[in-house]
């Protein structure tokens, strides 16, 4: 399974999405971000190739649904609501998103 994780700058919250889920069996996890300066900005290649995308506050989720309306067509959209005050692979963040995640894919 392919999980896009997104958040603004690709630096603190979905790299660490990718760093933890990637650890999983059969899961295969990226992080983007919505900004240009983006350290991977989110595309339509990345759309894509995700079978499901997670944002992590509802600003990305408006975002990409306007840029990428057409081909979220047939994907799943979740909104984590996780906000920017967490630094990256910090364990409160590892523990939401090891909450969070979970209810939406099977590991």
Known sequence: MNLLF?????R???PTAE???S??????????GTNADAETPVSGDLIEWADVVFVM??????????KYKKLLKDKRLV????PDVYERMQPE?????????PKYIRI
């Open 6 to 10: 997104v958040c603004s700058e690709n």
């Open 12 to 14: 603190l919250r979905s």
């Open 19 to 21: 760093e933890v889920f």
């Open 23 to 32: 650890k999983y069996s059969g899961i295969h996890a990226i992080g983007a």
């Open 57 to 66: 506050e509802k600003t990305h989720r408006n975002k990409i649904s306007k």
């Open 79 to 82: 909104c984590l609501d996780i």
């Open 93 to 101: 963040l590892i523990k939401l998103l090891e909450a969070k995640v």
